[in-house]
């Protein structure tokens, strides 16, 4: 009888909070037993003794991307698959059961990924930054990334959820990138170039803690903008048009702003479309976050567009961009 392959999940270490060291306990609920956890870390971080199987891979510098974690992980990592999850979320028990099911029918799948779901004891103002990604407002077309949909073929996986086949991976040189963001969408495309096929599946789950609104959620927000400017010029084959739909939201918005303040009839038609965006986006979080909650969604949701776009022409401005 076959052995099963066994997954090298290698956690790529930013800030260490008390939160990861509970976190980390949760590996030990997965169904799938066959596997290795590798931390990555920065050179001269400090990290608790743990008391389960682990390898530590220290870089050689005090600071180093998030992409180059992840390949640091790959030259370290024994298993067939490397599963890749950040620092701040934990794994459903099934996470690695469901992918093998997915990769062991075709040699072409060259990654597997699933939702990553917002944990169900998360605190009130984590949680509005949890609704504001879920709603289709916010996601659109890439809402499969926060809630379960069905199986399916995609263009990319969120680097927080995604399973890689090994050989695949080094097939294409790994990440190959030195950004603290995008380093996910860069293999994806990479992947994609070299025929491997890209699934997503429902169960295929990590529960990722949210930054809570407004102040660490538009931070986050104000990151992801400016890396996706940045990205129109250095990794232009990875963007979609839903990466500039923000932009060119927030640049309604601001066009309308200015122009209210020199005529009465522009000034009504405005405010009458903002009130307008504020109740669709009211009713598309109802279901899920209730009447209070939907409130303060609500205004997220244009929030999250507003910061985006703005920090979408900054990246696409700078001539570099830090790790």
Known sequence: MKQRPMFSIIICLYVISPRFYIDIQKYKKLVYKKYEIILVTEKNAQIEALNFPHRII??????ISLGEKRDIGLSAALGEFCAYIDDD???????????????????????VGGPNLTPPDEPFWSKIGGYIYESYLTSGEAQYRFLPQNRREVLELQGVNLIIRRSALREIGGFQSKLSSGEDSKVCSDLRKANYKIMYDPFVAVYHHRRAFPRGHLRQIRNMGTHRGFFVKAYPNTLSFIYFLPFFLACLFFVGLFAS?????????????????????????????????????????????????IFFVYGFFLKTIEK
């Open 58 to 63: 220290r870089a050689k510098k005090k600071k």
């Open 89 to 111: 979320a934990y794994p459903d028990p099934y996470w690695l059961t469901e992918a093998y099911k997915i990769f062991r029918h075709d040699k072409r799948i060259g990654a």
């Open 261 to 309: 303040f020199f005529n009465k009839i522009i000034a009504i038609t405005f405010i009458f479309f903002v009130l307008l965006a504020l109740l669709v986006a009211y009713i598309s979080s109802l279901r899920r976050a209730g009447t209070i909650k939907s409130c303060i969604v609500a205004i997220g949701i244009i929030m999250t567009h507003i910061v985006y776009g």
